[in-house]
């Protein structure tokens, strides 16, 4: 029998997509032969998953978990082929299990996350569903995010193609329906907004770079004066930083209020300090 190399079995994994110990079988099985361990995982359950999985993946979904007590939650955002599966009970099953498994355990090494619904891993769990449901299904991205003293909200828009994640921390713990109703409605605000980061101070370097590149070129088709242009540069910059931070934008349900004055009025009326520390958001 052939001898079967660890760089063998990561090859194929990278080709199939399938966990590595069934990799491993596969080519023992083969003998060590590429070819026929391929078609020995068609062979043994892995056929549809590895027939679809050069299928581009143009469609899809964004799920959502929040445990029970508001303290965790996460998103997650897989791909499929159409919008007839992406719209598949199954289907968005599968995106609320996915992100349970998140909340629970994380998104780092998520495929090979032991699954906390039973046996095998988050890997398999997509395989299974390749095989029912048809269609080349991948997971692209997910994330967690966890609550100290106030509590984790979100919202899925009802296409099921965004979704949004946020974290609110008070001073003082509370567990009010308020507090609830004002997660879910600043989720809703990022959802249907532009948002870099919560704050001016948390922008990336990196798209504040690109944004005055933007800006530069802009700049010099005006034909000013360089004192100008840099003059016209500060300005727009600031504009653009103050449209992309969470709590300098307008309210989308009222416009004449700051989600920086939402969350200072709210927490008025509840007697405490609320913060918005964390947002995720995932969309197709």
Request: aromatic share 4%; charged share 30%; net charge negative.
């Amino acid at each position: 029998m052939s001898n079967i190399t660890a760089s063998m079995v990561k090859e194929l994994r990278e080709i199939s997509g399938v966990g590595m110990m069934e990799c491993k079988k596969a080519l023992v099985e083969a003998q060590g032969d590429m070819e026929a361990a391929k078609e020995h995982l068609r062979k043994t359950g892995q056929a549809k998953a590895l027939k679809k999985s050069s299928r581009e993946t143009k469609d899809g979904g964004v799920g959502i978990f929040i445990s029970k007590d508001k303290k965790s939650g996460a998103l997650v955002k897989i791909a499929c082929e159409t919008d007839f599966v992406a719209k598949n009970e199954q289907f968005k099953k599968l995106l609320l299990e996915l992100a349970q498994q998140a909340s629970a355990q994380g998104e780092n090494d998520f495929l090979n996350q032991a699954s906390i619904q039973g046996s095998g891993t988050v890997q398999d769990i997509l395989h299974t569903a390749v095989s029912e449901l048809g269609e080349n299904i991948q997971f692209l991205e997910a994330k967690s995010l966890k609550a100290d003293s106030g509590i984790v909200g979100g919202y899925v828009h009802m296409t099921g193609k965004i979704g949004v994640l946020v974290t609110l921390e008070v001073d003082q713990s509370y567990e009010g329906a308020e507090l609830e109703e004002l997660a879910k409605d600043i989720s809703m605000h990022v959802a249907a907004t532009s948002a870099e980061a919560i704050s001016e101070d948390q922008i990336p370097l990196e798209t504040l770079e690109k944004e005055k590149e933007i800006l530069i070129a802009q700049a010099k088709e005006s034909g000013k004066p360089d004192n100008i242009i840099e003059k016209m540069i500060t300005g727009r910059l600031n504009k653009f930083k103050k449209e992309v931070c969470i709590l300098s934008q307008p309210f989308v349900k009222n416009p004449d209020q700051t989600i920086k004055a939402l969350l200072e009025d709210t927490g008025k009326k509840l007697g405490r300090k609320i913060s918005l520390t964390a947002f995720a958001k995932f969309q197709f």
